[in-house]
């Protein structure tokens, strides 16, 4: 009796992640044939390309290495940023010297950072590109990325379940007799991880598949001028940064949590 009970644990953990990663394909997939505009015939912006390849974090990176790189703002390698000219038009440098104080004041740069990327103007960004059908919304990502978590978890409760019921004393069939009924729903899963890989990983990422199109265009190289480093960062973030301790000065806090979750788990 207890094996039927697992037996159908497994089934029903497999078939409710297989329902759900269903849905949230079904649910991503007309994001793109609701959109009227034409996302071909657009040219990207450098923000908007930051934006698609890395979200709001890396529209941030691309502004502060702007603003860094013309003096308006000091980032250390020690990771602090400290406002040198306080006196901006731009709406996301004005952000960033909010988020740090007038001119003289200081801030860890990962804190700006995460800040400044939850502006009104960073979400104007997403909101413009998203109705443009080139961004995929949080909401699409986040049920996406849900699904697909829920079915690597049943891949794995399948398994666990199945060495669960062989270990148990034999009250009539052997337990080999449902090993094969216990390989079904692991089969039902691992095919659902294949086939969302496919339907689903597009909806993923910040892109829509027009918008990964878009950025595949983009000339990522630096090419010797501010515009081309810039779009090298926009889109493959700070490691295109050639001066190491800027990269440094961008990245030092985002290693510092890591370091941190790391030495979590391990406790």
């Known amino acids: 009796m207890l094996r039927i009970l697992l037996l159908a644990l497994a089934w029903a953990a497999a078939g409710a992640a297989c329902v759900r990663l269903c849905r949230a394909a079904v649910a991503a997939a007309p994001h793109q044939a609701r959109r009227s505009t034409r996302p071909r015939d657009r040219e990207l912006t450098l923000l908007e390309a930051a934006f698609l390849a890395g979200g709001p974090g890396r529209v941030m990176d691309v502004t502060l290495v702007a603003m860094h790189r013309r003096r308006a703002l000091l980032l250390a390698h020690t990771g602090w940023a400290t406002v040198v000219d306080a006196d901006t038009d731009n709406v996301l440098e004005r952000s960033v010297i909010r988020a740090i104080g007038p001119a003289g004041h200081q801030a860890r740069t990962d804190a700006v950072r995460r800040a400044a990327g939850s502006a009104d103007a ?6 413009s590109l998203e109705g443009a059908g080139l961004a995929v919304p949080d909401t ?8 697909v978590r829920q079915v ?5 409760a399948v398994p666990v ?3 669960a019921a062989l270990a148990l004393p034999g009250g009539g069939a052997p337990g080999s007799a449902l090993l094969p009924w216990f390989a079904l729903p692991l089969l039902l899963t691992l095919t659902a991880l294949l086939i969302g890989r496919a339907e689903v990983r597009p ?3 910040w892109a829509s598949p027009e918008g990964r199109r878009l950025l595949a265009g983009l000339i990522t190289t630096a090419d010797g001028t501010e515009r081309g480093r810039l779009t090298a960062i926009a889109v493959a973030g700070p490691d295109a940064i050639e001066d190491p301790l800027l990269r440094r000065a961008l990245t030092s806090g985002r290693r510092e949590r890591a370091d941190t979750r790391t030495a979590h788990r391990g406790h």
Do not use: D, F
Not at 140 to 146: I, K, L, P
Not at 152 to 156: G, I, T
């Open 122 to 127: 960073v979400r104007a960004i997403a909101a």
């Open 152 to 156: 690597r978890a049943a891949a794995l």
């Open 161 to 163: 379940l199945t060495v």
């Open 140 to 147: 699409s990502r986040a049920r996406s990325a849900a699904a």
């Open 203 to 205: 909806y993923l990422g």
